[in-house]
């Protein structure tokens, strides 16, 4: 067996001994090893008295990536929303391309933002160091017993119907030079106030620009800007904008006065000078219109891409230690 599995397993058995001690809830499938060189654990703590159950994927350092992990990661993925179970995903964090290859195919085609999902990259040095969030790095066991009794929490919006936010920034028609609101996206609100031009309401992470939205979204968003202009003409309207030059298709917004096509590389972009004072909110710089939908996964996946860290009304959304949740 590969190093790297035999140190994780023994990190993995120290850190579940206390929750399922010989009561035949464990199950480790070995025959991983053949498949992906790695190691399949599931188990339900004794505490436990949902009938979910917490799965560990441990990924060799030396597997070549193939079909055979993406046979074994998809499904995986499918049961956290089917069966409620809990996946955590090790593997480890070197610098051999092996090792690269795998985290990025995780990052980028497996990775869920997600209560029920965790993957943690773990160090090969003679201490197995990972971190929830890439900040503080600590043993791979102390992480493990943490999980297990709640003590590291995800917080952030979970797929379904819910209130989020369409965002307008007041702006100047670099043609026309009129005065508008350009519709910018749609954010995800930690708590849907009455009011959002105050200094406490706060969103998850990131602005999900008009240009990432699947498609059902953006012509969601197209008929309720519609609306919102029967009230206010400035806000922008949504268009579908095809770029022959650079051979794309988008959507984006337009000048509600002279149509001009305002695209995602507009350099007139006020936006980034607002949302670092929340003074633009209460004036109106900034505004923010609540609009129901049915958020999916793959929408709310988006909010894990980046952090507008520059933004006082952003707030983290994420994997934290349950006695930081406030922050």
């Known amino acids: 067996m590969n190093d790297f599995l035999v140190r994780v397993h023994k990190q993995i058995m120290g850190s579940i001994s206390e929750l399922a001690p010989n009561t035949g809830t464990l199950t480790i499938d070995i025959a991983v090893d053949d498949t992906i060189g790695g190691i399949l654990y599931r188990f339900k703590p004794k505490f436990q008295a949902e009938k979910t159950y917490i799965v560990i ?69 003679k201490v197995l160091l990972t971190s929830i969030n890439g900040e503080r790095y600590t043993g791979l066991k102390n992480i493990l017993k943490r999980y297990y009794s709640d003590e590291i929490v995800f917080i952030g919006p979970v797929a379904g119907k819910q209130i989020v936010n369409i965002e307008t920034y007041k702006d100047i028609c670099s043609i026309c030079k009129k ?7 749609i954010v995800f609100p930690k708590t849907q106030l ?8 706060k969103y998850y992470n990131t602005l999900i620009p008009i240009y990432s939205l699947p498609v059902e979204y953006s012509k969601q968003l197209k008929k309720e ?40 590389y507009e350099p007139e972009d006020n936006r980034s000078a607002y949302i670092p004072e929340p003074e633009n909110r209460i004036n109106g710089n900034l505004q923010y219109h609540p609009i129901l939908i049915d958020a999916s996964q793959k929408l709310i996946n988006l909010l894990n891409e980046s952090f507008e860290a520059n933004c006082s009304c952003v707030c983290y959304g994420g994997w934290v230690e349950s006695k930081n949740m406030q922050l």
């Open 57 to 125: 994927l441990t990924i060799a350092s030396d597997v070549q990536m193939s079909d055979s992990i993406a046979g074994i990661v998809y499904p995986l993925i499918d049961n956290i929303q089917v069966k409620n179970d809990r996946l955590i995903i090790i593997h480890s964090n070197g610098k051999s391309k092996q090792e690269n290859d795998i985290q990025t195919f995780l990052s980028e085609e497996a990775d869920m933002f997600h209560p029920n999902y965790l993957r943690l990259p773990v160090s090969t040095n």
């Open 179 to 185: 005065v508008i609101f350009i519709v910018s996206g």
């Open 225 to 264: 800007v519609n609306e919102l202009r029967k009230n206010d003409s400035r806000i922008t309207p949504l268009i579908f904008y095809q770029d022959i030059n650079a051979q794309e298709n988008d959507w984006t917004v337009m000048c509600p006065y002279c149509n001009a096509v305002i695209n995602k």
């Open 194 to 201: 009455p009011q959002w031009d105050n200094f406490y309401w």
